[in-house]
């Protein structure tokens, strides 16, 4: 697949080490991608980052509702919410963007989940589905209708983000070796992994090799 310079765009999905191993919230193999995404970084042209930004005491730590663990759910004001290990705080060296990234060509970063009572995982949206981050907005203003995403976790942030990317209007594909998943049991031989690639699937996203992706002309 050819990268357009002018209208495609590489989104870089919470590259966080918080989501890496030896982070709070670590995604098995997270580390892994760097080498992927940067190579990535000097095809494109254009990219934007979104990094997990959250006040000490979020909603949806598990360390705020005490009795609960991680990865117990409750229903919070906006729907039904995972709790999870602190992660991602504010300023702290873990929630910048990992330092091996080269930063570059990365030309708006969209910190989410900032506000203390909602959580966020789409770059889009905040959990409420409803409360936006501008980046639509931006990214239409640029000029931009296809979205390249990478990052972590595969089947929450980065799949959260092609589903309303996809029903924003955009053309959107998922850069599988450049993610990695929590994968969450949710039945017998199936976890959160699967649910989210079934569902993107059938929105229209398509799921690709950094392989098979040629730089920009």
Same mark, same amino acid.
């Given at each position: ?26 995604? $098995? ?87 203390? $009572? ?11 589905? $409803? ?55 949710? $039945? ?10 079934? #569902? ?13 992706? #040629?730089?920009?002309?």
């Amino acid at each position: 697949m050819q990268i357009d310079s002018v209208t495609d765009i590489l989104g870089l999905i919470d590259i966080q080490p918080t989501f890496m191993p030896g982070g709070e919230l670590a995604v $098995a193999r997270g580390d892994e991608i760097v080498p992927v995404v940067n190579r990535l970084l000097t095809r494109f042209d254009h990219a934007f980052a979104t990094q997990d930004w959250h006040p000490p005491g979020h909603a949806s730590f598990a360390g705020s509702h005490p009795g609960r663990q991680p990865y117990d759910t409750i229903d919070l004001p906006y729907g039904r919410q995972v709790l999870w290990p602190d992660h991602g705080v504010a300023g702290t060296p873990t929630a910048a963007i990992h330092p091996g990234i080269d930063q570059a060509r990365v030309e708006v970063i969209i910190r989410k989940g900032f506000r203390p $009572a909602l959580d966020s995982y789409s770059a889009f949206f905040e959990n409420d589905r $409803a409360t936006p981050t501008g980046l639509e907005g931006w990214l239409r203003q640029r000029g931009f209708t296809r979205l390249f995403l990478c990052g972590l976790a595969t089947d929450f942030c980065v799949a959260w983000s092609a589903e309303d990317a996809a029903r924003l209007g955009f053309t959107v594909f998922v850069i599988e070796d450049a993610c990695r998943g929590i994968g969450l049991p949710v $039945a017998e031989g199936r976890t959160t992994i699967d649910e989210a690639r079934d #569902r993107l699937a059938g929105l229209g996203v398509g799921f690709i090799d950094s392989a098979g992706l #040629r730089g920009g002309a």
